[in-house]
Structure formats: C-alpha cells, structure tokens
C-alpha cells in the first residue's frame, strides 16, 4: 500500500501518517520527491481492513492511497494456483470437459419439465436448470410453482440422470432448495445480497453465482469470497450480461471477463448467452465465441415449444436448435483439447 | 397493446394472433398498411401477464409488440393523483417540509451515535440515519454491530427526539429491525430483492427504498409496486447514483429522475448525495440541486469526527458542514415555497 | 408507424392527428380502443423526416409515436439481400476467408514498419495497419509521423505486398491519405464526425469504420449510411468496444454486435480486441471469439518489441504472438466453413 | 510518479527499471516491502510523454504505475487559480452573472430566428443559440442552412443585440463560422475531433466545448487543453449528458461534474438541460439544479411554436416557458449571491 502526500503537506502531517500506520501494526518507508512525499507500507497490508483505508484516504493532507492486494483472497490464483474442479454425480465442471445446461426458464408443470429433461438429456447436455422460485420484476407476473417446481425437477433427474441447477432467492430457502438441488443458483439481482451468500457460504452444495448486471470484476469475486469464507469452496462464476446503453441486447455480454476470471481465480467459469443477449437468435454464435475465450461451460434457455414458455419466450431457444448448438459446440470444443 | 406484424405476414398469421388475443380475453382492431398489419389490442390491457406478452413477441411473425402501458399500477400517478405524505412521529415526509436524514454509515457506539445525534438535532435535521446491519462488498469488513447497535439508535432517539432510519437486509430482519426503526431502509444492491421486500409489504413501518445502481426507472417503480401490493402504501423513492463508466464520482448521481418520479408517481423523493458522488467535497452543491429540481428530502452521511467513521470517510461531511448545509438548503426551499 | 393518442385525446386531437398525417403524404388508419385511439400510418413511411416526427411527438395530446422502419436503408439487409465482398488487392474482405489487419499503433520510422511488416506477412495475416495521423487524448502526447508516415507504409507495401489500412482525421487529409492507403480507417471518436463521413462518401477508397465507443446499433449503421449515400458502397464495420462501468478492461468488447450486424446489414464485420480490451493477455482469446461469433476478420495490434511501442504498449501484442494467434484461428475457422 | 514492482521482480529487474527512469531523465527513490519493491520517481514528471509510461507499464515485472499529476495542465485550477471570466461584447461569462444561452436547435429561416431572438431577449436571456450546420444521426435529415443560417443569425442578433452561440462541425468551416458568430460551440460528437479542435486553438472566438457523451472527466480536460494548447484561452465547458442504460431521458444529465470542474478548472462552466434530458417537462428544474451546484450558465433550446420546430421538438420549451424559467434562475441566483 502506498500512500501519496498532497503538495504542500508538512513534516508534522508526514510525521503524523507515519504514526498512524504504525498504530495499525505497519511499517513504513518514506520517500520525498521534489513536489511531494510517498510513504510505502511495509508488512501484510491485505490484512488490513477497508475502513481504516478509508478513514486515511478521508485525511485531509493526503491526496490517494494505492492499493495493490485484492480485496478477494480464497477465491483467486494467487491463493490457490490449481484449478477448482467440482464434481457433481460425477460430472466435473471447470475440469476438461465443457458443461452445457440447459432447460426452460421456469418450471411449469411436472410434464412439461420431464419432456425438456429428455430432449437436454438426449442432446448431450449435461445437466437440467429450470426455476421453481422466480425472480420477477413486476409483483403481478408469475412468481414460479414453489416446492411443487423442486419436486418435478427432482422427477425429471430421476427419470434422465441430468442433476439439477435450481435458483434460491431468501435465506429461509436455502435448506429446502439444498434437498432437491444438485446447484444452487444465485441470481444476478441477488448477487451482493450478502445474507444469502453467507448462507450459502453454510451450505453443502455447489453455487453457480452469476454477475451483477452492475457489478465489476473486484465486487463479483469478492461476492464468491463471502461464500468461500464461509467454508463452501464449491463456487462456479457465471458471466450473464451487464446494464450499458447498448440497447439491441437486452444485456452487454461481457466475455472479455472469462480469460481474466480464468487467469485471476481458479474457480470455474461459465457463461449464459440467453440472459446475456435476451435474443434467441444470437444464442448459439455467443455460446460458441464463450467456449472460444475459454469458458468452462455454458448455460442456456431451452424448451421444447418457446413459444409457450411461461417466461423468457424471446430468449428460449427450441431444443431442436439446442441439439444443433451442441454439435458445433463438440468442434469448437476440440480446437482447445477439450470435450463436451 | 398493438402489435405489428412482420413484413409479409399472411392472412392465415393475421388470424392466428386475433385467435391468440382472444383466448386472453381481449378484442382487436386490425388496420392493414401497405407493407404490413397492425393489430390494436382493445380492453383493459393493464392486466395482462407479462408471460403471454413474452410469448407473442417470441412468435416467429411478429415483428414488435408496443405496450402503452405501464407494469406497475399502485405507485402510479394515474392510480394516485394525490401526493402520498407520510407522517413519521409527527414528521411528514413529501409534504411541505423538505426532510434531511442524517447520521453516520455505520453505528460504532452508544456514546459515537448520542453524539452524532444530538449535532443532528441541533442542525435542524429531522431524521437520524446510521446502519446496525451492513452490506459490506468484502466479507473481513466489519459488517455492522447487529441488535447491539438498533439499541445504540433507540437510546439516541430517546436523547434527541429524532426518529431512525436504518437498513434491514434480511428477510429474517424485517420484525427485528421494525421494532426499533422507525422507517426501514431497502440499500442499492437489494432493491430487487423480491423475497425482502414482499416480507416490507408486509410491515408496517415506512420503507425507504434506494433505487439499485442498475435500475432503469419502470425496475425502481416495479420494486416499489411489490411493497404496496403486500399492503405497505409508506414508500419513500431514493435516488442515490447509478453506475455509468463516469469515474470522478463513485456513482452518477441521476437527479433527472427527481421530476420525472414526481410526476409518474404519488410518492415521496429523497436524494443521497453522499452515496450518489462519493464525494465528501461534494455533497453540499448536489443537496441543493436535489431540492432545486424538487425533491422532497435528502439523506446525508454526516459524523462528528469523519476521519475516525469506520466506513464511508471518504463521502461523510462533518457535522459542523451539515449545519452549513442546512443553513442555505433552508434559502433554496423557500424559493420553490417549501421550508425546512 | 403508429400514433398512440394520449388517454383522454378528444375528437378534435384526433382530426387534427389525421389531418398532419394527410399533410404529409399519407394515409391513416383509426383504432378506437377503451381507453385510447390508436392512429396507423399507411404508406411508404421510410422516406418521412425525422424532423416530422419529432413535431408529431411534441404534440401533446400524442403519447407515443412507434416507427417500424429503421432510419438506415443502404446499409440494411432488407435493401440488399447479398454479403457485400469487398476486393482490395485480390484479397476479399466479407468473402470466404477471415482477413487478419495486424501491425503497431504508430508508425515510428521506415525501419520499424517494415520489419514488422514482415513478420506481418510470415504470420499469414493479410493487412498491414499503422497510424500516421494519430488521435491522441492530449495535446503534449505524439501525434503520429504524417505524411512522412504514409510514405514508410507504403515502402513496407512494396516490401511485403499487404494493402495497407490507415487513419484519416480530417476532412482535409482525405485526398492525400487515399493516394498511399488501400483502405481508410475512421477512429471510434469520429464515428460521427459527419463532415468526415461525407467526404468519406465520395472517396473510392474502402472505408473502415470504428463503432463509436457511445454508439448505439442505429447510430452505428446510421454512420455507414452516410458514406453510402455519398456513393461509396464499401465499408467494413468494426467492433473495437463501448464504453461501460466495467473498468477491468479498457473497453467492453460488445461481440454480440457481430451477429447482429450480419443480420441487419450486409456489410463485412471486423473485430478489434485490441482497442475493445486493452490488455494483450487476452487478445488472442477474444480475437478467437470474435471469429466464434461469425466476424469476417480482426484488426490486432502487433508489434515486434511492444514494449517499445511508441504508443499502445499495454494492447499490443508481439508478432511471435500473432504467429500463435494465426495458428489457433486457423483451426477455428474451419470449424466454420472458412479460411485463413 | 510511482512504480510498483510485481511479486518476485528480482534484483537485475528492479534495476534495469531505475535505468529506464534515469534514461528519461528523472531520479528515483526506491522502497523495498516485504513482498515488492516500490520505486518513486523523482523530477517534474508532468513532462512525461504518456508514450513512456504506457512502455513502462508494459514490462512484464512491472504490476502498476501510479501517476498522481495529471494529464492536463494549461486548463487545471493548479496552473491558474483564478477563475477565466470570458468577455463577450460586454457580457461576461464565468464572473458573477449568470448566463443564459436560448434559441432554437436549428435556424429554419430569417423570420423564425429574428422572432425567437426577440423573445429571447424580453425574457432577459443574454445569447441566441441556434444550428447553421446541424449534425444529424441520419444523412436523409435535415443537415442545416449553412452560411444562409449564419446571415440570419447575424441579422437577429443586429435587431437584439444579442451575442451569437453557432456549432461549427468542419476544420474547414472554422474561419467561415468565425466571421458571423461570437461563440463557436463544438458538439458532444466532435469532443475528440483533434483536427476541428486545434483549428479552433488558432481562433481569435471563444469556443463552447461540450462534454462528449462518452468522455471522463480527465478526456474533457484534456479536448479542452488541446484548445488553449493552440494558443485560445476562450474555452467555455458544458455537461449535457451522458450515455447510460437509464432510459427515461435521452441522456443522463451528469450535474456531479459541476462542482468538480469548477475545483478542477478555472474555466466558465455551463449546463445544457435541452439535450441533457431531451425532455422539456424537465428542462426547468435541470435548469434550475445546475445554477444551484454551481454552474455559470445554462444552455437551452427555445422556440416560439416549438411544435413547428425543424429539429428537437421533443426538448424544445417555448418562450413563453422561457420567461418562467428565467423567474426562477433569478431567485435561486441570488441565494448563491449571483445574478441573472
């Protein structure tokens, strides 16, 4: 950490930041330049907490504070050079194979889950999403069917082996949705609600955390930090669109974060192109470029008929087109030494 | 509700959507240009779900789906004409009075928030704001005293008279959090936390609810619409910057929104200007601007001694500049015939 | 286009609608519903002025005017259904094969160019990029070689035989940029330099035009149509990134254009992950997303030393690199039917 | 200037780093932590061409360079701590009175124009603005009178006596547009046209630089320094939007920039709540929040009928409303002790 005098400020002040370094259990190393004065910290600063950085950089007569350590620990390279693999019923993911999931928007009716199941199941994807309690934006849409959703999910994996990736939106949740889920999902408006993630952190089962359409790199991972410091190391990231002005997608999506995410965590990453673009028709060209810049896996809206999706209509692709997606997705796949 | 179809849409597809409209139980008016047609959707669209719109924007002939309509209701100025004033202890918010809240980020100690308080009061203030409960982005800063500290809160109301605003996070809160506070606060990063504020509509105390950093203007009404149709009508809107790729300012503040939420909505505007610049040095000019475009109150991160506040130094003015900045926010009221 | 009355348009507002619509040439078509009328125009609206429907808008007992048709004509799929190929040189750009543009920020002197030229060539890559005229955000910083600049590219040409692609700034500069490059480049900040484009329009040389870093698709495509109205049918359209709160990038490289775009216009589609990220660790995964994504080429910075890169340093990559690059695209581009 | 090593940079690297400085001329202070070394460098490093710290910055060991001067400096409050007053015919610009700049977007004809600047000028408003060369998204639109819109304008201003704010969008214009208007305004899209920029740093006007709708704080600076560079200390800077994912408004008003140019800079700096909105129900109370953070003026877009506008009608008020807005701008001034 280095801290940077405004023009100007005196022997005491210097004098008086040194001091206050110290009582915080730092050393320091003072250089003057002709206009100004730099004080290093010396010791481990990423102990040290945010509002004590906040409180100096507040002092009058100093003009900034550089950080250099991350605001994230458990979650990047630095403390874990070896890539997370999770395994689940035997699938890995962030491992050599891609993973696809996919399934529809919402759960609607035990039929209607146990047919998509089938067709993901027989296009070579790997596991089934499908939500049973919804995120919407207006109190008046469909909220989603509940526990009743959980168990047809439930019925759907036992009838294709697919495990299941199901969304947990309250805390008081997060033990009933642990029961029929193999993935929980936190979803883009919940990422930074923090008592989910410390709940969550509690858990036993994988997260899939997916970006804040407002969130920047530090804030997604340090997000994933309150789940890994709460002793759930199963975390896998999940680039889903960020809020721009670009108006012809419903979201930007932000794939220049998955080569960084891979290169500063070890957590595995994904990417959802239904969410990210909102357009059906561009969801199978952005799956691909996301396992061309390294993605470990893909999630996507499916459905056997989108058109009588419950939600989501525009970005469900059919799973006649997802089987279609999965055959170029097998190509670009092997370019890396990968496989689906 | 109108719907234009594609460029080359045939008759039987014309039909085909008539039928569809139909089956939700409106009327159609159909108009034929020369490259396409046109069917106005005629009844009381406003209780449409928003799932069937979705679907026919996804059928493959239809080129747009227009809705005049908006998807909230309760909050609406059409719904309301009437100014929502809501009276706290005798204090009434978005009435003639322009409200200031003010306090500390975060309660430290009983004696830290008496004294806060009481320079407060003797401001002119009318609220105390100051968080028990805190959303921290990283998961080792402190992340607030809890119980401890909505005690701390009660004992300064007690001293000062002044009524608390404070955070609540958690659905599990909310009753806690109700039986010290007198208005509730919703931060940035939960105003779509749809499960905490269906748990606020429940309450009964008054909500303060902060627009999320990515909320477009129909998400912030919609999440406000979730608490008045669990019964909560006391919901105050607050405008506290929103995330642009402008880096002087932590945020942008969006004061365009102030007018804007004043005529669509009947309820009462506040602004953050301390979270919505980051800017200690800046709080004061963007207080006046809020009540100058007419905004109903402000809420300020104030302390006696900002450079000892454990979070937020960096935007909280001290209590001897938030006596300065009542002085001339008094001057600008009275020329839009408001006091203070 | 559609005409949505407001709530309460009397008869009168109505007659009055019609008649301004009469006025300018074309017909109308009336839906009364429940609450509001709903006014269709019927005619060839894509030839009516945007000044006319901005004093339609204004009219206030208009709610909302809905236009079906998009204000770019020449640029769009619709107006030509056929992928423009652009010929320079015997190499096709929006043909069967991927074309790469590689080479430093800056000119810096006739060695430098032509040595990396050549590595340029040895790549396989088949453009060779370079500024002579450079925008710069200050005024003390290098603002490129000039003529001097256009005469070592051109030397580099005659080494290595790869067409050129170079900057134009000025409305003045045009002629003498046209007698040295194979293909003139408009910057990202002057996207809507409209005096620029025109002059552009009337040039037979290519045109490679940056998307500016604020805009939309319409105003993108709406730029391309400026230099097509003016006569010039070929231009390349080029992703390079817009601007975002996303700050672990430069840019956000916004790749789902590319799809878009190919669907909307006719028009070849470059990507830039060099300017659009700004971190060379990660563009060669973006470039091969980019070609994932269906782009008909990529414009990289390349250099032989980056590291004394008189500008750019950070996004220029080394050509050994480029050589990987090249290798990797290879593969991906047959996965897609096409060359390098 | 500060650099900070990477973990592990060893000894020969640390050095060949303080070779580099010396060789640009500076001295250099090096402080070695427990994990990396940190070295300051010494001199007046204002002068340093951004091109070597960009080359710096690209060195593999190197993590980071901090630069705390700043990349402007004929512009900055450090280098001129009196505020620019600009006179213009007796009116001044950035001293103790207020300015107000009204007219139309677009002169349409002699008649129009004579009309608005008299109604302009009764309202006590004290520069007619009005668009002889218009930039338009689209070419088809309305590009503007040209040279004819300049001889109305003059002729408005022989009947008013109201000094002239016309946009000049060409570098080859820039001696034409001198001749007629008092202030050249250069437009959000031209922000960075260097070329367009430095020709107006050879004029003897003053130049209304408006803020690109992309552009940090740091790049308008520094467009403007390129101005004052060229020898034209005349630079007036005006915020009018920016771009953002909020909707309600055609741009996001970014008001927080007023009081931070004003400490940054000593230039005048004014508001455009016309296109900072594109709303005229709101164009007053922007109008009226700018004046109370601190601006020297405000920019709007006038009409006598402005539902006959050629361009703009969406933002345009009507004189009429003028008259009430400058009521108001009057009381609010003088709570700051400014006058209108």
Redo the contacts between chains.
């Keep these: 950490m280095?801290i940077?005098m405004k023009i100007g400020a005196d022997e005491s002040q210097v004098q008086e930041t040194i001091d206050k370094i110290k009582d915080l259990g730092f050393g320091t190393?003072v250089?003057?330049?002709?206009?100004?004065t730099?004080i290093?910290?010396?010791?481990?600063v990423s102990s040290i907490?945010?509002?004590d950085v906040?409180?100096l950089?507040?002092?009058p007569y100093i003009?900034?504070i550089?950080r250099?350590t991350k605001?994230?620990k458990l979650v990047s390279r630095d403390f874990n050079k070896q890539d997370t693999v999770i395994d689940v019923d035997g699938i890995e993911i962030g491992g050599k194979k891609i993973v696809v999931m996919a399934g529809p928007c919402t759960v609607e009716s035990k039929e209607q889950i146990i047919n998509i199941a089938k067709e993901v199941k027989s296009s070579g994807a790997t596991f089934l999403r499908g939500g049973a309690f919804k995120?919407?934006?207006?109190?008046?849409?469909?909220?989603g069917l509940g526990e009743e959703g959980l168990k047809f999910l439930l019925e759907a994996k036992e009838q294709t082996g697919l495990p299941i990736v199901t969304e947990v939106?309250?805390?008081?949740?997060v033990e009933l949705v642990s029961e029929y889920a193999d993935v929980l999902q936190v979803g883009t408006?919940?990422?930074?609600?923090?008592?989910l993630l410390?709940e969550l952190g509690k858990c036993d089962k994988p997260v899939l955390l997916k970006r804040?359409?407002?969130a920047?790199?530090?804030?997604f991972l340090?997000a994933a930090?309150?789940i890994l410091?709460?002793g759930n190391k199963n975390v896998i990231l999940c680039e889903r669109g960020?809020?721009?002005?670009?108006?012809?997608?419903r979201n930007?999506?932000?794939?220049?974060?998955?080569?960084?995410l891979k290169?500063e965590s070890h957590l595995p990453v994904i990417v959802d192109p239904s969410h990210?673009?909102g357009?059906?028709?561009?969801v199978k060209?952005?799956a691909?470029?996301?396992?061309?810049?390294?993605a470990d896996g893909v999630t996507v809206e499916a459905h056997t008929d989108?058109?009588?999706?419950?939600?989501?209509?525009?970005q469900?692709i059919s799973t006649s087109d997802l089987h279609g997606l999965m055959g170029?997705a097998k190509?670009?796949s092997r370019?890396f030494g990968r496989e689906i």
Tied chains: 1, 2, 3, 4.
Aim: hydrophobic share 35%; net charge negative; proline share 5%.
């Design positions: 280095i940077v190393h250089s003057k330049g002709e206009n100004r730099i290093g910290v010396i010791g481990d907490d945010e509002s906040e409180r950089r507040a002092t003009e900034k550089v250099v605001p994230y995120p919407r934006t207006a109190p008046k849409d469909f909220q939106m309250d805390t008081r949740d408006r919940n990422m930074q609600n923090y008592s410390k804040g359409m407002w920047t790199l530090k804030e340090s930090e309150y410091a709460g960020i809020r721009t002005f670009s108006d012809f997608t930007t999506l932000d794939l220049s974060i998955v080569p960084v290169s990210g673009t357009r059906k028709d561009i060209p952005m691909l470029a996301a396992i061309a810049c390294g989108p058109q009588k999706a419950i939600s989501d209509a525009d469900t170029e190509y670009i370019v």
